[in-house]
């Protein structure tokens, strides 16, 4: 299953778009990229995924490169409320339930 | 959304005691998956249990010390065995409920261990 690499930790004002990279370099053609998050040790909570064409929900927007080795995340107007760690996840092929979490990314969003 | 709830919400034991962790979907999942988080860290996946047979553990996990249970299809219990410190961290599971191609996740059950 493929590993993915997010930076630790970005920063993003209050009513800006913040943009979140996530690395999957060794992603299979048809492995799907999840995206959650988890708010001060809650559940994760989904927010979006998506295979090869970009995505948009109330949420997000997704969007994945045409090599499909990377995604960023959008939060198009971010408030103090997406303060949180995003995960990016690669759902496996053979193992295609189970999600391996990376370390994710700790976005700050000040005021 | 699908709903997904664990007893107890919080607990604090002490060492050598085991305790029961129950978690609830409020609808028929095939598989149901149960995570760790350690303090300051990502989720582990410890294992994944189908009903009517025995659950499937993650390198590092062994069924003597986190037996589980799955007796139907909205159901499932997580054991923490002979507890020491060192399992303290929150317990979460989870489900693709209706079949969906979304996880979700309980809001996870978070274990002291003196």
């Known amino acids: 299953d493929a590993k993915t690499t997010q930076p630790p930790s970005m920063d993003c004002a209050e009513g800006r778009a913040a943009n979140l990279p996530c690395n999957h370099s060794t992603i299979s053609g048809n492995e799907y990229v999840y995206w959650y998050r988890q708010i001060h040790s809650q559940g994760p909570q989904y927010i979006i995924h998506g295979l090869k064409n970009n995505e948009t929900n109330e949420m997000a927007s997704l969007i994945i490169t045409e090599d499909r080795k990377s995604s960023t995340l959008i939060l198009p107007h971010a408030t103090l409320r997406d303060t949180a760690v995003y995960y990016c996840?690669?759902?496996?092929?053979?193992?295609?339930?189970?999600?391996?979490f990376g370390s994710g990314t700790k976005l700050n969003v000040k005021p | 959304s699908a709903v997904i709830s664990q007893k107890p919400s919080r607990d604090i034991c002490q060492r050598g005691t085991s305790l029961t962790i129950q978690c609830q979907v409020d609808?028929?999942?095939?598989?149901m998956f149960w995570y760790r988080q350690q303090p300051g860290q990502s989720l582990t996946l410890i294992a994944t249990?189908?009903?009517?047979?025995?659950?499937?553990?993650e390198s590092g996990f062994v069924i003597d010390k986190f037996p589980i249970s799955r007796p139907n299809l909205t159901f499932s219990t997580l054991t923490v065995s002979n507890m020491s410190p060192e399992d303290s961290s929150i317990y979460l599971c989870s489900g693709f409920p209706g079949g969906k191609e979304t996880q979700y996740f309980g809001p996870g059950t978070r274990l002291l261990v003196l």
């Open positions: 609808s028929q999942v095939t598989m």
């Open positions: 996840i690669v759902r496996g092929v053979y193992n295609f339930n189970k999600f391996y």
């Open positions: 249990a189908n009903q009517g047979s025995e659950a499937t553990y």
